[in-house]
């Protein structure tokens, strides 16, 4: 990734993959923030680039992810069609065809990629196949075998696993809901969330429904591994990771709040979907840190 990150690759497009809560959108986001960069040391933050991006004003970036009811990427989000489908007012062949503004290169990332219809895989293939000079291209995904295959040789794969949590954070976030016959059969379920909840307060508020995404994919996994019933499921992930938040620092009392009360919610039957969403915008904004400076009374 430095090698990319610095230019030493000549690569112009990644593909990085792996399971839920590992990482793959930060370090999307990390990698375009570099190839953006107008610094010396990249990403570094403070140049106009870098300050756009966080802003969410950089006009030589894009982000395409799954939209409608489907949750599919569809053909207009790679090429333009008639009718103009609303969802993607601009498509990536378009925003490639465009000279850079204030960044080197163009950069745009597409999530969960193996989300992408038949025909949008095909016109992302014509993209991948006649690359513009200025082009970056990152894709991230949690099934690299659903993604085309001719995609997926055009593209330099990065791996992203779950790191086991230092010593036995299991059971430091955890506490009473780690019982050593339930963490026996969820193991490495228990990890990857307790790493999940470490990485949380340094995520990024436009990762918030990536995030409740996240969430109800491990809520899914609970529920599959311990014979709950979705409601269940749901309500026993929001508990244990407000539990972990009361023993984590990094968040501030009406954030350990926020939690408790979505679980409250859940079990009062607030519909999952929502409440998760909801939840996320929440604690990603309290975690950011223009939002912290706000509520500090430092902004000036």
């Known amino acids: 990734m430095r090698a990319l990150a610095s230019g030493r690759s000549t690569a112009q497009s990644v593909l990085i993959y792996g399971g839920p809560a590992t990482g793959k959108t930060t370090l999307a986001r990390w990698l375009a923030g570099a190839w953006l960069c107008t610094g010396t040391e990249r990403p570094?933050?403070?140049?106009?680039?870098?300050?756009?991006?966080?802003?969410?004003?950089?006009?030589?970036?894009?982000?395409?992810?799954?939209?409608?009811?489907?949750?599919?990427?569809r053909l207009a989000a790679i090429c333009p069609t008639a009718p103009p489908d609303e969802a993607y007012p601009v498509s990536l062949r378009d925003f490639f065809r465009l000279s850079p503004l204030v960044s080197p290169c163009k950069v745009a990332v597409i999530e969960q990629a193996e989300r992408m219809t038949p025909d949008a895989a095909n016109a992302l293939l014509k993209v991948l196949e006649e690359p513009q000079p200025s082009q970056r291209l990152i894709l991230t995904t949690r099934e690299i075998g659903w993604v085309l295959p001719t995609v997926v040789s055009r593209?330099?794969?990065?791996?992203?696993?779950?790191?086991?949590?230092?010593?036995?954070?299991?059971?430091?976030?955890?506490?009473?809901?780690a019982q050593p016959e339930r963490r026996a059969s969820n193991e490495e379920l228990f990890a990857q969330l307790?790493?999940?909840?470490?990485?949380?307060?340094?995520?990024?508020?436009?990762?918030?429904?990536?995030?409740?995404?996240?969430?109800?994919?491990?809520?899914?996994?609970?529920?599959?591994?311990?014979?709950?019933?979705?409601?269940?499921?749901?309500?026993?992930?929001?508990?244990?990771?407000?539990?972990?938040?009361?023993?984590l620092e990094e968040f501030d009392p009406q954030t350990v709040e926020a939690l408790a009360e979505a679980h409250r919610r859940v079990l009062g039957n607030v519909q999952a979907g929502l409440a998760f969403d909801t939840l996320m915008a929440l604690v990603l904004r309290r975690r950011s840190p223009t939002a912290r400076l706000g509520a500090d009374g430092n902004s000036g």
Not at 156 to 176: H, N, Q, S, T
Not at 208 to 231: H, Y
């Open 44 to 73: 570094c933050g403070s140049c106009p680039a870098c300050r756009t991006l966080a802003s969410g004003g950089n006009p030589d970036f894009l982000m395409l992810e799954p939209k409608g009811a489907g949750g599919l990427i």
């Open 155 to 177: 593209c330099v794969g990065v791996a992203c696993e779950a790191r086991r949590p230092a010593g036995d954070a299991v059971d430091a976030l955890f506490g009473p809901f």
């Open 194 to 247: 307790a790493e999940w909840v470490g990485r949380l307060p340094s995520r990024d508020p436009s990762e918030a429904l990536v995030a409740s995404d996240e969430l109800q994919d491990f809520a899914e996994r609970l529920q599959k591994a311990e014979g709950l019933n979705p409601r269940q499921a749901r309500a026993e992930v929001l508990r244990m990771v407000a539990e972990a938040s009361r023993r």
